[in-house]
Nanobody
């Protein structure tokens, strides 16, 4: 099971970015994929998750209405569309996988991609 996260960068407040999490070695129909972020001196938090087969999605209150998680099964990739970005969205973003469903706790996820830096700055 391998995950490859990409798409981070520098963006101004109010801007948008789309992160990608490409999965290899497994198919998404049996795995939940979560997006987490970690800012300096803060705990890693789950911002969004989609459970296996894309049945249900979950969002942190801080990103609801701004972020959208989606799955492209043909590409075995999960995306995180981030709109109306705020300064406080600055963090390293990670994608992670586990079987079937979407717990909040990062320790419940078995596989992690490398992080991608998102910096929101004017």
């Amino acid at each position: 099971v391998q995950l490859q996260a990409s798409g981070g960068g520098l963006v101004q407040p109010g801007g948008s970015l789309r992160l990608s999490c490409a999965a290899s070695g497994f198919t998404l129909d049996r795995y939940a994929i979560g997006w987490f972020r970690q800012a300096p001196e803060k705990e890693r938090e789950r911002v969004a998750c989609v459970n296996s087969r894309g049945g249900n999605t979950y969002y942190a209150d801080s990103v609801k209405g701004r972020f959208t998680i989606s799955t492209d099964n043909a590409k075995n990739t999960v995306y995180l569309q981030m709109n109306s970005l705020k300064l406080e969205d600055t963090a390293v973003y990670y994608c992670a996988a586990r079987n079937w469903y979407c717990p909040v706790d990062a320790s419940s996820y078995n596989s992690w991609g490398q992080g991608t830096q998102v910096t929101v700055s004017s």
